[in-house]
């Protein structure tokens, strides 16, 4: 079984930094790519931030410049790094992973962990 388990989210004011993280657990789960999406109230879940297996990246325009994913290959870690922080990225971020286990591919989501940007 895999599991996902975010943490890092909290409140923070505007211009500020957060660090989330998301810890996968699981053996023999071979790793393709692991995703940040973040769903406001009211509004439909988005990707925020994609990091795949050779390490390419890829981000939402709404965080370009600003957020900055990373993988701890040693820890099965993954990192989003959000700076200059705004209202608008107020939100419950979910880490989501998708990998081969047992010759099949499988999707895993974490809980989710939410993040305010408020004065």
């Known amino acids: 079984q895999v599991q996902l388990v975010e943490s890092g989210g909290g409140l923070v004011q505007p211009g500020g930094s957060l660090r989330l993280s998301c810890a996968v657990s699981?053996?023999?789960?071979?790793?393709?790519?692991v995703a940040w999406y973040r769903q406001a109230p009211g509004k439909q879940r988005e990707m925020v931030a994609t990091i795949l297996s050779g390490s390419t990246t890829n981000y939402a325009d709404s965080v370009k410049g600003r957020f900055t994913v990373s993988r701890d290959k040693s820890e099965n870690t993954v990192h989003l790094q959000m700076n200059s922080l705004k209202p608008e990225d107020t939100a419950v971020y979910y880490c989501?992973?998708?990998?081969?286990?047992?010759?099949?591919?499988?999707?895993?989501w974490g809980q989710g962990t939410q993040v305010t940007v408020s004065s």
């Open positions: 989501s992973a998708s990998g081969m286990l047992s010759d099949s591919l499988h999707r895993y």
């Open positions: 699981g053996s023999g789960f071979l790793f393709i790519a």
